[in-house]
């Protein structure tokens, strides 16, 4: 039984992220969200507030990929673009979103505060959307085909994932069990070949820490079928052991 | 006088940075860093550790940008394909680096190591290219075309964009400035348009923030001159003034 795989890509969109204003922190969550349900995110790109770079990276990833997924410019100013940038990627109008508009006067109303134009931006979608619920803030994300436009907050964006997680397709979830070596990347580097190469249906990742006079390494063993992810950390182990004995006798 | 205007890409390299396992810290520095010299970071992309994919993000920002630099995969171990990939964007050879060779020959035998085959990988170049120094562990990074390709360990990577930095092209400083408003963006947005739309030569941004309640809002705005910058931040601060004003007399 081969394995079911489903992909993924994110665009985060900002001129912020890209001046270092702020520090991406949806990135980082999206990845360790991907990985629990058992989806591959297989690419991430960073794009500032600018209509043609949103269009273009939405075009370039959502025929690539099952899911895409977006971060920021959803907002009620006028640098908040997402909406139009991906009505534009998908050739349709952008509308008010009636039941869009219908949530907000609502909350609005309830907390006595005005419904102004700049809060209507945020009802805007392309025609044809679904709703992403909001638990946090109200104002919907929206999905059009497979992707799925969420704000740039990290607590909205949070929210609106959790919301969207249980509806996803998910695939056969990669396993993954890490080996940490006390030897750096140099010691291993030839026998941790071989290793990868004696399991092949493993995907073996070093990752090299650097104490500021020491490196060791983390060695990250992954596969999608418990059997084979338990021989190759065997072998790794085994490498370990031998490496440490062969220190030992020197 | 018009402003110059040099513009950067990166593409971050890794499966951990896509599985969640290391939240990247390259791409928030190296924007910190451009802002600061005045070099405009434009696209940022995060891609797997799979030749085809480097080799394709490489070449899609390459001749868009002036500069392009990357972080990750040129340790010793298989996953490390970086150079490889960067040689095959370039149509050029990757070739053991004499001189890197000698570099880490030397380092090696100062501290009485073996030079396996697997560090012996760390000299590994696209063949022409220029060594980027590395003062925190020798391995030196390289660079080819506009390309510069630098560690993914955080250190490492500072370390040899510290040394890139006096040597590159940069342009006007972006300066930028920030008026903290206590109002959300819903009650900013309108009256923040007519600033945007009043002051063309300069970009304003608006930044929610969100304490689990309410929304306040971080106004920032950007320009090469100083006089217009000076100009809309007193604009944005009058606004500001005004709607406290109005919500004062209700």
Redesign the interface.
Known sequence: MSPKIVTAAMVAIG??????????KN???L?????MVGI??????????DEA?IVEAINAVRGRYDYVFTSGGI??????ITADAVSRAFGVECVYDPEAMALLAAMYERRG?EF????K??ARMPLGARHIPNP??TAPGFAIGNVHVMAG?P??FQAMLDALLPGLQVGSP?L?RTVRSPFG??????P??EV?KNHPET????????D?KN?STDI?V?ARDPQALAAAEADVQAMIQAITEARAKT
């Open positions: 001129d912020e992220l890209l001046s270092g204003r702020t520090k991406d990135i980082g969550h990845a360790d969200m991907m990985t591959d995110l297989r690419e991430v790109r960073i794009v500032a507030d770079a907002g009620p100013t006028h640098d908040d505060m102004t134009e700049a809060r931006r945020m946090a803030s907050v607590q909205v990669l993954s990347e140099g010691d291993i580097g030839s941790l070949t990868q995907s073996i990742g070093s990752y090299p820490k650097f500021g490196f990250v992954r």
